[in-house]
């Protein structure tokens, strides 16, 4: 259905930015709307960021709300997820998910980028 490639992952220093990309193909990238999620050693997948097809609707987990930001670039086919204030806790592998609506199903996932952000 689409193919999803994450990028943009490394290691940062907390408190410092990142910006994560998630480029797709296979399907016109305005028919799905984009999701983030996270993983880390220690947990269950989680629910990060999301937004809709037309990119006018956005929501956010508790935890990264007012840190991080979704975004989506029709023109290159590219949603964003912009991470500041990192914290050791966002460590994590960090998956791009495409879906039919900000809450879900996500039906397509890229094969994760590792964020790991140290103290």
């Known amino acids: 259905q689409v193919q999803l490639v994450e990028s943009g992952g490394g290691l940062v220093q907390a408190g410092g930015s990142l910006r994560l990309s998630c480029a797709t193909s296979?399907?016109?990238?305005?028919?799905?709307?984009m999701g983030w999620f996270r993983r880390a050693p220690d947990k269950e997948r989680e629910f990060v960021a999301a937004?809709?097809?037309?990119?006018?609707?956005?929501r956010y987990a508790d935890s990264v709300k007012g840190r991080f930001t979704i975004s989506k670039d029709n023109a290159k086919n590219t949603v964003y997820l912009q991470m500041n204030g990192l914290k050791p806790e966002d460590t994590a592998v960090y998956y791009c998910?495409?879906?039919?609506?900000?809450?879900?199903?996500?039906?397509?996932w890229g094969q994760g980028t590792q964020v790991t952000v140290s103290s």
């Open positions: 998910a495409a879906g039919s609506s900000t809450n879900g199903p996500f039906d397509s």
């Open positions: 296979g399907r016109a990238f305005s028919s799905y709307a």
């Open positions: 937004i809709s097809r037309n990119g006018y609707l956005t």
